[in-house]
C-alpha cells in the first residue's frame, strides 16, 4: 500500500515497507492570458475608485505586476490612494450621516487614514460624532 504526497514541484511516494521514491518534475510555467495583469488593473480601478483606469494609468499598474508580489503591490497602492481614500470617507458619509461631506470636512479623516491610522478608528471617530449620534436618536 502506498501513499503518494504531490506538489508543483515534486512528488513523494512512501511504500507500506517504510521505502521512500522521490520524483522531481520542473514547474511549467506560462505567460498570463492576454489582457489577464490588464483585467485585473481594470477590475482594481472599477472597485476601489469607482471608474475605469485610463490607458496609461493600467499600463503604469501592469508594469509593475512583473515584480515580486506585483498584484498585492498594486491593489494595496490604489486601496491606499488618495482617490481610493477619499472615496471611502465621502462613502462613509453618505451611509453614516446621510450626506456629502462639504466644506472639506472630510480631509483630516483622509489624512488620517493616509498617514496609516485603521479604517476602525477612521469610522469610529465618524460614528463618534455628535452629528451620528443624534442621527441614530432619530432612527429608533
Known sequence: LGVSVTNS????????TGGVSVSTTPIQ?????????QQYVRTLYQQELG?????SELDAWVAVMGGANG???VANAVARSV???TRLVAGWYETYLDRPA????EAGWIAQ??????EEQVLSGILGSQ?????????V
Open 9 to 16: 514541484v515534486s512528488t513523494a511516494t512512501l511504500s507500506g
Open 29 to 37: 510555467t506560462t505567460a498570463p492570458p492576454a489582457g489577464g495583469d
Open 51 to 55: 471608474r475605469p483606469g485610463s490607458a
Open 71 to 73: 498584484r498585492g503591490k
Open 83 to 85: 482617490e481610493a481614500r
Open 102 to 105: 462639504k466644506n472639506g470636512e
Open 113 to 118: 487614514l493616509l498617514q496609516n491610522t485603521s
Open 131 to 139: 452629528e451620528f449620534y443624534n442621527r441614530a436618536q432619530t432612527e
